[in-house]
Nanobody, 120 residues
Framework: QVQLVESGGGLVQPGGSLRLSCAAS????????MAWYRQAPGKQRELVAT???????NYADSEKGRFTISRVNAKNTVVLQMNTLLPEDTAVYYC??????????????WGQGTQVTVSS
């Protein structure tokens, strides 16, 4: 079993910043990819950013230049630094991790989500 716990969401004014963190724990042998997704009301869940164990990153076009994803492999933690936030960034943000358990079986786990609200 692998659990993901997110933190750092909240209310921020347009143009502000927030930092989201996600810590993975449990029977982890290795984590290949960690990612952040978000889901706004009435919309489908969408990819925000991904980072591999080799720290290769990928961003959705709307987040490039504003968001930065980083990872602390030794702590199985991924961080999303969000700057210049816009009202359209309002959503529930979910952490995702894909890897192998200590029984060498694949896992694909999700966190419970953290609310980010951008509003004046």
């Amino acid at each position: 079993q692998v659990q993901l716990v997110e933190s750092g969401g909240g209310l921020v004014q347009p143009g502000g910043s927030l930092r989201l963190s996600c810590a993975a724990s449990g029977s982890i042998f290795s984590i290949n990819t960690m990612a952040w997704y978000r889901q706004a009301p009435g919309k489908q869940r969408e990819l925000v950013a991904t980072i591999t164990s080799g720290v290769s990153t990928n961003y959705a076009d709307s987040e490039k230049g504003r968001f930065t994803i980083s990872r602390v492999n030794a702590k199985n933690t991924v961080v999303l630094q969000m700057n210049t936030l816009l009202p359209e960034d309002t959503a529930v943000y979910y952490c995702n991790a894909v890897g192998l358990t200590t029984r060498i079986s694949r896992f694909d786990s999700w966190g419970q989500g953290t609310q980010v609200t951008v509003s004046s």
